[in-house]
């Protein structure tokens, strides 16, 4: 099958739902209002009082305390009738409009909704009611009047039996969702204005109703939200283009482009990947102004189908909100950096610190909590996480939860720049496509993700954490298969053909994994509490023999700690201890392999327990080579040992 009728087969089902429009609905209403002799005692009327006036505001108590509600069709109206004589009568108007009804749903606390269309003769519109509105005759007529010219003015009684009308019509059942992107129970992608349900296109109706499998859906989000959803693309771009589009970003951006790109497809399929990992990386772009960090940002998510407006850093209920809004699509955070300056405003890092390393990393739910039980709000860990800031953040429990991007390295080749520009739709198709094919290739993307991180260890490369192995392969694998997706699509074998492609990618990716490594453990505070003690062994502020010592075995140099003694000498040497106790050292201690364990082991004439440390341990990162060097102290190897 050519490319051209594999795009014609997979838009030939799109149309427009004509849902809440029906006729049949329309007449549903007329005949569940009139019975046939109303039909004919109507028409009798129409011949008898062609010329009737009837009046909008009666004063009589009888004339509205009739029961029987009609319908004027013509002119859309309900009205009773009120008897003028032996065998003649007048309409009543007890509205300007007319209701059709359309759907049902349940709000939040499960309060039971109802759809309605008003129509007069000069206006139409889709307005929801809750039960507590429709029932009193006061509320409802404020509800119309407030939602355009609607008035009612009739009675109770009189709504009671438009009730009635309305809960024995065959309404359909609505589901408000309240994010876009992937619905995984419902296996689409659902947008405010269209849907794709795997390879077919559904647009949303008038009223943003979108029919899928015969159900309803409706995309209820803020209409202020900053991610605008660009429009679906029909007509696909040609073979040259898509070629070019990426050819442009590898000059601009060199193999951080396949590593953004990867994060872009592998959030479209992050739900498959978290049931193996149980986490997800961010993507963190980070380098001086004026280096291209913001238009990087900008271009990679056009293939997440949406236009991002970069604004200041959200507070940490916008991040819950946030990330519960966008489902497999990135959640963007500009100027996430640190600021020790207060005039800069919000340090996004150390205000959401904890919640992204416990919520956003683990895809574990947000809960904004109340001594109410029955108020507790949960916010669902839907979408992905991109940094963005001039300073990388010295916070090394992000960074290693991180793939890495330099903006500094983002080369500003003028002719890429246009054509990236020109081809300004490709981007959006790209990720429309991918979105909607996304069943096809996430065994793909699942099956190369553990090819890879073999491949790692193949080579050698288990000396790098596994973390940050996980996070490289999530994003090559993801890569890896959205081209596979894309040359399945040109029927042939563009990307990634040349095997010398993938073992470029993969000694720049072991280059920046071991980086990323260097940056988690040198900038860790447990290597800053080291460093201190080595320091202060320098100062004898610690004493060999009473709080420290050392020994030589087979080669091998070992360091014992006295953790109340070197914990309290650290406490009072810092004017702000990072750690509030030994117990805290410890626990971040013995993520390192150079800690052995916590041992019985007397140091001195007290001390009974120590920890256990290979200061020789080829792994140890530089500062740690049989002793420990201080930044004070550049060029001086501190010994533990004389």
Known sequence: MNRENKVATETKSRKKSKVGRSIGLYNDVMVGIEDSSARNEHENIQQNNRKLQFDLYPTGESILNSDCLRINKEKKYYYVRVKTGENTYKENPISNFIVVPLYTTKRQGGKQIYILKLISDSQTKVVEFDGETLAIHTAFKKHCMNNGRF???????????LINMILKSPMKELEFISYMGRNEKE???????HAYCRDKVIFADE?????????????????DDEYRIHPHIDK??????????????????????YLA?????????????????????????????????????K????????????????????????MSRKSSMPFVVDEAENKNDSSKGMDFIKTCSDSLKNNVYMRQDFIRGHIDESTIIRFPVKATLMLSGEVLTSVPSIIQRSVLFDASKISFNEEAIRKVKALKEVPYWVGQYLMRTSYRWKHNFLRLYHEILDYFSSRGWSNIHIRIRSHYAMFLASAFAAFAQLNDFLED????????????????VYQEMKETQQLTIEDHPTMDFLRKIGLLAKKGQLQNNSDYKCVIEDGSTYLYLAPSNTYEAYRMSERVPFYPSSNKVVKDLQTYSFFIRSVKHRIGTSNPRAWLIQLSDPGNPESIKDGIVHPELPDTMIYFYK
């Open 151 to 161: 008035n009612w003015f009739g009675k109770q009684t009189n709504l009671d039996s």
């Open 187 to 193: 296996d689409i992608w659902i947008f405010p204005s």
């Open 207 to 223: 009223d943003g109703i979108i029919a899928v499998n015969g159900k309803y859906f409706k995309v209820d989000i803020d209409k």
């Open 236 to 257: 696909a771009p040609t073979k040259e283009d898509l070629v070019t589009y990426f050819k442009c970003l590898k000059l601009l951006y060199g193999q951080y482009s």
């Open 261 to 297: 790109f990867g994060y872009i497809a592998g959030t479209m399929n992050v739900d498959s990947i978290v049931k193996e990992t149980d986490y997800f990386p961010f993507l963190y772009l980070y380098g001086k102004h004026g280096q291209g960090k913001s238009t990087a940002v």
């Open 299 to 322: 271009e990679f998510t056009k293939m997440a189908g949406i236009n991002v407006s970069l604004n200041t850093p959200p507070s940490l209920d916008s991040l819950r909100k946030g």
């Open 493 to 508: 074998e563009i990307f990634f053909s040349n095997p010398e492609d993938r073992i470029e990618i993969y000694q720049f």
